[in-house]
T-cell receptor
Framework: KQEVTQIPAALSVPEGENLVLNCSFT??????LQWFRQDPGKGLTSLLL?????REQTSGRLNASLDKSSGRSTLYIAASQPGDSATYLC???????????FGKGTRLHILP | SQTIHQWPATLVQPVGSPLSLECTVE??????LYWYRQAAGRGLQLLFY??????ISSEVPQNLSASRPQDRQFILSSKKLLLSDSGFYLC?????????FGAGTRLSVL
């Protein structure tokens, strides 16, 4: 049974710092991995999608990497801003069009 | 462009009352549809998913049911709500491996 773990559960950093959020999964035979952002009381927004054959994806100040064999992914946020404060969730899919399995998220607070 | 609508945004219901949450998607056809529940400290849990009209897969045994009467409509229901049904319910649809989420419904069962 696939399990997704995110560490740390919460993180506070000063504005301007670069930071890394971690995600690990127990079954390395994934189809893809996604990072989502969730603002308090809101739905989820997809940030980056990495296919199993890819090593990383970039969007603006965000960079997500995937090491499938070791069951790990990281989300790198450069030059953090207060607007980046949110919960970030990692999720994996085992097959195309299949259900995805979420981690519990990392609650990020950027201090102005 | 595609949009997903979910309502109501907030709902307070007494124990034992029925429930109906509706989700509709616009701008796409034959989407995969999902219902999730997010409870404090428990993360996001998949409740139901559907690959077509009338096709519903249940992930966990529970007090809830789902139906898909039309291609772009997904309904979450209960005949009698329990206290443990409280939570944040999210509907989503997927295309090309990416899932798109609605704004969610905050359900409080009292």
């Amino acid at each position: 049974k696939q399990e997704v773990t995110q560490i740390p559960a919460a993180l506070s950093v000063p504005e301007g710092e670069n930071l890394v959020l971690n995600c690990s999964f127990t079954d390395s035979a994934i189809y893809n991995l996604q990072w989502f952002r969730q603002d308090p009381g809101k739905g989820l927004t997809s940030l980056l999608l990495i296919q199993s054959s890819q090593r990383e994806q970039t969007s603006g100040r965000l960079n997500a990497s995937l090491d499938k064999s070791s069951g790990r992914s990281t989300l790198y946020i450069a030059a953090s801003q207060p607007g980046d404060s949110a919960t970030y969730l990692c999720a994996v899919s085992m097959n195309r069009d299949d259900k995805i399995i979420f981690g519990k998220g990392t609650r990020l607070h950027i201090l102005p | 462009s595609q949009t997903i609508h979910q309502w109501p945004a907030t709902l307070v219901q007494p124990v034992g009352s029925p429930l109906s949450l509706e989700c509709t998607v616009e701008g796409t056809s034959n989407p995969n549809l999902y219902w999730y529940r997010q409870a404090a400290g428990r993360g996001l849990q998949l409740l139901f998913y559907s690959v077509g009209i009338g096709q519903i897969s249940s992930e966990v045994p529970q007090n809830l049911s789902a139906s898909r009467p039309q291609d772009r409509q997904f309904i979450l229901s209960s005949k009698k709500l329990l206290l443990s049904d409280s939570g944040f319910y999210l509907c989503a649809w997927s295309r090309r491996d990416i899932q798109y989420f609605g704004a969610g419904t905050r359900l409080s069962v009292l």
